[in-house]
């Protein structure tokens, strides 16, 4: 089932009255389940397409169709709520917040998304994520005091506390050594294999390749994509091995 799809979607920036068209007329479709990479240079527009198709940001032209709503119709405070509610994120500059614990950051959007609900239920979802996702020993840690391999599955353990549709993730594994990166990228793997949906822009061909379908941006628009199907680890040299022979021809 398609669950998000953009429809001429443009996005420009002015500044000091010269504009920039950073995204023209992006035309893309996300189904559900589906784990979807995004590549491209430098100024291509990846982190602005992630921000304007979760409404982050609003979009200059163009339609976002998200679940049967037009996100470029609602009013903030629709936007926001259904952000809560439908949406996770992992950014890079990753908006943990400094004098809480690596626990509290987890459970803090579930008590924005529920004022009144069951905090029981909240507290046992958090704890069984960060049990699944090897945090359990640093909850009460503060996020000053943890790795960042910690930092960025605890990033994962919040972007999942409101069960969301679909999760946005922008270089979740830029920060990382090699090993912290295949470590949050295993854990993404198996939660796509769940059934979340996901859309992961990153530099590293190796993160890509653990995508089914991959979308190479280049100058505010979708130049190619590659169908890597899903992810399996028995594949994985193979799989790298394609994506670079696609990201070559490409001129990356
Ligand atoms: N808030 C903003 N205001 C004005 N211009 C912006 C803003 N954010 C991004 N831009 C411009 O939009 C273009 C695309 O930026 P964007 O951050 O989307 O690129 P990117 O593909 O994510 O690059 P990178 O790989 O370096 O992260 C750039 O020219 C950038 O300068
Ligand atoms: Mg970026």
Not at 136 to 151: M, W
Request: with cysteine.
């Amino acid at each position: 089932m398609e669950i998000l799809k953009t429809t001429d979607l443009c996005k420009t920036y002015v500044i000091n009255k010269r504009q920039n068209n950073v995204l023209r007329n992006v035309n893309l479709s996300i189904n559900e389940g589906e784990m979807i990479g995004v590549m491209g240079p430098s100024g291509s527009g990846k982190t602005t397409l992630l921000y304007t198709i979760s409404g982050m940001d609003g979009a200059t032209a163009g339609k976002i169709d998200f679940f049967g709503k037009d996100l470029t119709k609602l009013g903030a405070n629709e936007m926001s709520d259904l952000r809560l509610q439908k949406m996770g994120f992992i950014f890079q500059q990753m908006y943990m917040m400094k004098n809480l614990t690596i626990y509290d950051n987890i459970v803090l959007p579930a008590y924005q998304a529920n004022k009144s609900s069951d905090r029981n239920r909240i507290n046992e979802r958090a704890r069984k994520l960060m049990k699944k996702l090897g945090i359990s020993d640093v909850a009460d840690n503060e996020i000053t005091e943890v790795s960042g391999g910690q930092l960025q599955r605890a990033c994962i353990a919040r972007s999942m506390i409101n069960e969301p549709k679909i999760i946005f993730a922008d270089e979740p594994t830029g920060a990382l050594n090699r090993q912290n990166s295949t470590e949050v990228m295993e854990e993404l793997n198996k939660l796509n294999a769940e059934g979340v949906t996901m859309m992961i822009v990153t530099h590293d061909a190796k993160v890509a390749s653990r995508c089914e379908k991959i979308y190479y941006i280049e100058d505010g628009n979708i130049r190619d994509e590659y169908h890597l199907g899903k992810f399996s680890a028995d594949a994985d040299y193979q799989r790298e091995k394609e994506l670079n022979n696609w990201l070559m021809k490409l001129g990356w």
